[in-house]
Each structure stands twice: as C-alpha cells, then as structure tokens.
C-alpha cells in the first residue's frame, strides 16, 4: 500500500508562467457560466432545492461581497468598476416542460444554451436554478468577468488570508 512507503521530497518550487496573462485587460462583454446537473432529489422535491438556495446564498454571498454589488462605468475614467452596494445576486428559479434524460448534450445549442439564462451585464452573479419535468434539475453559476478593480480588491483580500 502507498501510504506505508516512506517519501523524501526532492525538491518544491515556484514555477512562474514564461508568458504573464494580461487578464486584468480583457473587456467585460461576455458571460461565464458553470452548470452543475443533479438528479432529482431522494425526499423532497424542488421547491425545497429552491428554498434551500434563498436560505443559505445570503451567508455564502457575505465572503463575496462584490458579487451582491453592480458592475457601473466610471463616469471619469470609463473603466468598469464593482459597487459594493448588497444590491443582491440574482436567483432566477424555473421550471421546465422537457424531462433532463430527453435534453441532447451532443448539441449545446439546444441543451446548455437552453438551460444557462443569459442575464443583465450590471449584475455579477445569477444562480438560475432549472426543475426539468419528472426526473432533475440544474443549478448554474452565471457571473461577468471581473473588472480590473475587483481583480485587483480580489487579490488584495486573499492576499492575507
């Protein structure tokens, strides 16, 4: 069994990226989302995955401030900025006719184009939660890029943790 073996590290290092990413530059002019598909839920149903959601995103939202905030244009310097104002993520929760197994994930277009709501660009993050006729549901995490400030308040803040 690996475990009972003794290890002797060699050595540990930093490697750094030969080419350093301009991330912070890139423009704010498209949506990220990451779909998570579950299968319906063994007791329950899904008015209490949605009840759930609205019970425990607000203590999830408290280490994401920015997230509850708006994405707004800096009227001097035309940069995007994210105010911090707790103006709230947004939870979309819907219900769907066409049951998950009859949903083709071979074709994006008509699967997870479907299921990922596109949403206001001024709003950081919206959870759409989707009920599928008879048999599961989705939960995406639909968020804007980060403007180049709130990369940098990001980095600041993990910086000391």
């Not at 990226?17 to 704010?28: E, G, K």
């Not at 408290?62 to 244009?73: A, E, L, M, Q, S």
């Amino acid at each position: 069994m690996f475990s009972s073996h003794r290890m002797r590290v060699a050595s540990r290092s930093l490697v750094k990226a030969s080419h350093p990413s301009n991330l912070h530059l890139f423009p704010n002019d498209f949506q990220v989302a990451l779909c998570s598909i579950y299968p319906r839920p063994k007791t329950g149903d899904f008015a209490s995955v949605a009840d759930a959601l609205r019970t425990y995103l607000p203590a999830f939202l408290d280490h994401y401030h920015p997230f509850t905030g708006r994405i707004v244009t800096n009227p001097e310097t035309g940069s995007l900025e994210v105010h911090c104002n707790n103006e709230g993520a947004e939870l979309v929760v819907t219900y769907s006719d066409v049951p998950l197994a009859h949903v083709d994930f071979h074709d994006t277009d008509s699967s997870l184009n479907e299921i990922v709501l596109p949403f206001a660009h001024d709003v950081p993050l919206s959870v759409p939660a989707v009920a599928f006729a008879y048999d599961g549901f989705s939960i995406t995490w639909g968020h804007q890029p980060p403007p180049r400030r709130w990369l940098q308040h990001l980095h600041a803040r993990h910086a000391f943790v």
